[in-house]
Protein backbone atom coordinates (compact mmCIF):
# COMPACT_ATOMS: atom_id res chain seq x y z
CA UNK A 1 0.00 0.00 0.00
CA UNK A 2 2.67 2.44 0.88
CA UNK A 3 4.53 1.82 -2.10
CA UNK A 4 1.34 2.48 -4.15
CA UNK A 5 0.85 5.76 -2.52
CA UNK A 6 4.38 6.81 -3.32
CA UNK A 7 4.43 6.44 -6.69
CA UNK A 8 1.29 8.38 -6.70
CA UNK A 9 3.06 11.17 -4.79
CA UNK A 10 6.21 10.66 -7.27
CA UNK A 11 4.09 10.78 -10.31
CA UNK A 12 2.17 13.64 -8.89
CA UNK A 13 5.34 16.09 -8.43
CA UNK A 14 6.69 15.19 -11.83
CA UNK A 15 3.45 16.05 -13.27
CA UNK A 16 3.43 19.24 -11.37
CA UNK A 17 7.54 19.95 -12.27
CA UNK A 18 6.10 19.40 -15.82
CA UNK A 19 3.13 21.71 -15.73
CA UNK A 20 5.27 24.46 -13.64
CA UNK A 21 8.43 24.34 -16.25
CA UNK A 22 6.11 24.37 -19.24
CA UNK A 23 4.17 27.56 -17.63
CA UNK A 24 7.33 28.96 -16.65
CA UNK A 25 8.64 28.30 -19.93
CA UNK A 26 5.45 30.38 -21.60
CA UNK A 27 5.56 33.38 -19.32
CA UNK A 28 9.43 33.64 -20.49
CA UNK A 29 8.62 33.53 -23.54
CA UNK A 30 6.12 36.05 -23.73
CA UNK A 31 8.20 38.52 -21.02
CA UNK A 32 10.97 38.26 -23.94
CA UNK A 33 8.56 38.78 -27.30
CA UNK A 34 6.79 41.93 -24.64
CA UNK A 35 10.15 43.43 -23.95
CA UNK A 36 11.09 43.24 -28.04
CA UNK A 37 7.58 45.33 -28.75
CA UNK A 38 8.47 47.86 -25.72
CA UNK A 39 12.20 47.80 -27.44
CA UNK A 40 11.22 48.30 -30.73
CA UNK A 41 8.36 50.90 -29.43
CA UNK A 42 10.74 53.31 -28.36
CA UNK A 43 12.78 53.04 -31.53
CA UNK A 44 9.70 54.22 -33.02
CA UNK A 45 9.06 56.84 -31.02
CA UNK A 46 13.14 57.61 -31.33
CA UNK A 47 12.75 58.63 -35.11
CA UNK A 48 9.62 60.40 -34.66
CA UNK A 49 11.73 62.42 -31.79
CA UNK A 50 14.48 63.39 -34.08
CA UNK A 51 11.75 64.26 -36.78
CA UNK A 52 10.22 66.54 -34.00
CA UNK A 53 13.87 67.62 -33.33
CA UNK A 54 14.71 68.67 -36.43
CA UNK A 55 11.58 70.73 -37.29
CA UNK A 56 12.68 73.85 -35.52
CA UNK A 57 15.70 74.55 -37.62
CA UNK A 58 13.82 74.04 -40.64
CA UNK A 59 11.06 76.32 -39.56
CA UNK A 60 13.85 78.95 -38.33
CA UNK A 61 15.49 78.53 -41.96
CA UNK A 62 12.27 78.63 -43.81
CA UNK A 63 10.90 81.78 -41.75
CA UNK A 64 13.96 83.51 -43.53
CA UNK A 65 13.31 83.60 -46.32
CA UNK A 66 11.01 86.24 -47.33
CA UNK A 67 7.48 86.36 -48.46
CA UNK A 68 6.83 83.05 -47.32
CA UNK A 69 3.65 81.83 -47.45
CA UNK A 70 3.33 82.28 -43.05
CA UNK A 71 -0.33 79.95 -42.74
CA UNK A 72 2.24 76.75 -43.87
CA UNK A 73 4.77 77.49 -41.64
CA UNK A 74 1.80 78.17 -38.61
CA UNK A 75 0.77 75.00 -39.58
CA UNK A 76 3.72 72.23 -39.56
CA UNK A 77 4.57 74.53 -36.04
CA UNK A 78 1.11 73.50 -35.06
CA UNK A 79 1.01 69.85 -36.07
CA UNK A 80 4.55 69.38 -34.09
CA UNK A 81 3.02 71.19 -30.81
CA UNK A 82 0.13 68.13 -31.15
CA UNK A 83 2.79 66.28 -31.69
CA UNK A 84 4.08 66.91 -28.39
CA UNK A 85 0.66 66.65 -26.81
CA UNK A 86 0.06 62.75 -27.22
CA UNK A 87 2.13 61.58 -24.30
CA UNK A 88 1.92 57.10 -24.56
CA UNK A 89 4.70 56.43 -21.87
CA UNK A 90 5.16 52.61 -22.25
CA UNK A 91 3.86 50.32 -25.35
CA UNK A 92 0.32 52.29 -26.33
CA UNK A 93 -2.84 50.27 -26.83
CA UNK A 94 -5.21 50.77 -30.17
CA UNK A 95 -7.19 53.70 -28.99
CA UNK A 96 -3.20 55.24 -27.99
CA UNK A 97 -2.07 54.33 -31.38
CA UNK A 98 -4.69 55.37 -33.09
CA UNK A 99 -4.22 59.30 -31.42
CA UNK A 100 -0.53 58.88 -31.93
CA UNK A 101 -0.69 58.13 -35.45
CA UNK A 102 -2.99 60.78 -36.12
CA UNK A 103 -0.90 63.60 -34.66
CA UNK A 104 2.18 61.86 -36.70
CA UNK A 105 -0.11 62.10 -39.91
CA UNK A 106 -1.00 65.63 -39.48
CA UNK A 107 2.57 66.55 -38.56
CA UNK A 108 4.14 64.00 -41.90
CA UNK A 109 1.46 66.22 -43.94
CA UNK A 110 2.23 69.93 -42.71
CA UNK A 111 5.77 68.87 -43.62
CA UNK A 112 4.65 67.43 -47.32
CA UNK A 113 2.38 71.10 -48.24
CA UNK A 114 5.88 72.99 -46.63
CA UNK A 115 8.28 71.33 -49.14
CA UNK A 116 5.54 71.32 -51.66
CA UNK A 117 5.50 75.93 -51.16
CA UNK A 118 9.13 75.89 -51.16
CA UNK A 119 9.34 74.58 -54.54
CA UNK A 120 8.10 78.36 -55.22
CA UNK A 121 11.43 79.44 -53.48
CA UNK A 122 13.88 79.24 -55.52
CA UNK A 123 16.23 81.34 -53.44
CA UNK A 124 15.44 79.13 -50.60
CA UNK A 125 15.57 75.48 -52.53
CA UNK A 126 18.93 77.04 -52.83
CA UNK A 127 20.63 77.34 -49.46
CA UNK A 128 22.63 74.66 -47.91
CA UNK A 129 21.02 74.91 -45.00
CA UNK A 130 17.69 73.94 -46.53
CA UNK A 131 18.95 71.40 -48.79
CA UNK A 132 20.77 69.78 -45.56
CA UNK A 133 18.06 69.80 -43.51
CA UNK A 134 15.57 68.66 -46.03
CA UNK A 135 17.65 65.57 -46.57
CA UNK A 136 18.14 64.85 -43.19
CA UNK A 137 13.45 65.00 -43.19
CA UNK A 138 13.68 62.40 -45.89
CA UNK A 139 16.33 60.43 -44.02
CA UNK A 140 14.31 60.97 -40.83
CA UNK A 141 11.23 59.58 -42.52
CA UNK A 142 13.06 56.34 -44.10
CA UNK A 143 14.13 55.68 -40.76
CA UNK A 144 10.58 56.27 -39.31
CA UNK A 145 9.23 53.82 -41.92
CA UNK A 146 11.75 51.51 -40.84
CA UNK A 147 11.39 51.32 -37.46
CA UNK A 148 7.22 51.33 -37.60
CA UNK A 149 8.00 47.86 -39.74
CA UNK A 150 9.85 46.50 -37.17
CA UNK A 151 7.88 47.56 -34.76
CA UNK A 152 5.22 45.52 -36.51
CA UNK A 153 6.87 42.69 -36.93
CA UNK A 154 7.83 42.83 -33.11
CA UNK A 155 4.50 43.07 -32.58
CA UNK A 156 3.37 40.36 -34.87
CA UNK A 157 5.67 37.91 -32.96
CA UNK A 158 4.40 38.62 -29.75
CA UNK A 159 0.96 38.29 -30.64
CA UNK A 160 1.37 35.37 -32.79
CA UNK A 161 3.31 33.52 -29.81
CA UNK A 162 0.86 34.99 -27.24
CA UNK A 163 -2.43 33.26 -29.31
CA UNK A 164 -0.82 29.82 -29.56
CA UNK A 165 -2.39 27.23 -27.71
CA UNK A 166 -1.34 26.21 -24.93
CA UNK A 167 0.43 29.87 -23.99
CA UNK A 168 -3.14 31.61 -25.01
CA UNK A 169 -4.31 30.13 -21.42
CA UNK A 170 -1.34 31.64 -19.47
CA UNK A 171 -1.59 34.96 -21.30
CA UNK A 172 -4.90 35.54 -20.61
CA UNK A 173 -4.18 34.62 -16.92
CA UNK A 174 -1.62 36.77 -16.33
CA UNK A 175 -2.66 39.63 -18.42
CA UNK A 176 -0.35 39.73 -21.25
CA UNK A 177 -2.41 41.94 -23.82
CA UNK A 178 -2.59 41.88 -27.28
CA UNK A 179 -0.28 44.65 -28.98
CA UNK A 180 -1.77 47.00 -31.81
CA UNK A 181 0.01 47.72 -35.31
CA UNK A 182 0.64 50.36 -37.26
CA UNK A 183 -1.64 50.68 -40.21
CA UNK A 184 -1.09 52.67 -43.17
CA UNK A 185 -2.73 56.34 -43.24
CA UNK A 186 -6.00 56.13 -44.76
CA UNK A 187 -6.45 57.52 -48.32
CA UNK A 188 -2.88 56.11 -48.62
CA UNK A 189 -3.87 53.78 -51.56
CA UNK A 190 -4.73 56.87 -53.91
CA UNK A 191 -2.16 58.10 -55.82
CA UNK A 192 -1.49 61.87 -54.96
CA UNK A 193 -2.95 64.63 -57.60
CA UNK A 194 -0.45 66.82 -58.72
CA UNK A 195 -1.41 69.81 -60.11
CA UNK A 196 0.68 72.74 -62.19
Known amino acids: MKKGLLGCLVASVIGLLIVGGWIASSYNSLVRLDEGVKTAWSQVENVYQRRADLIPNLVETVRGARDFERETLTAVVEARARVGQVNLGQVPNAAQLERFQQAQDGLSSA ?7 VERYPELRATEAFRDLQVQLEGTENRIAVERRRFNEAAQAYNTARRRIPTVFIASLLGFAERPY ?3 TPGSDR ?3 VQF
Do not use: G, H
Open 111 to 117: LSRLLVV
Open 182 to 184: FTA
Open 191 to 193: PPQ
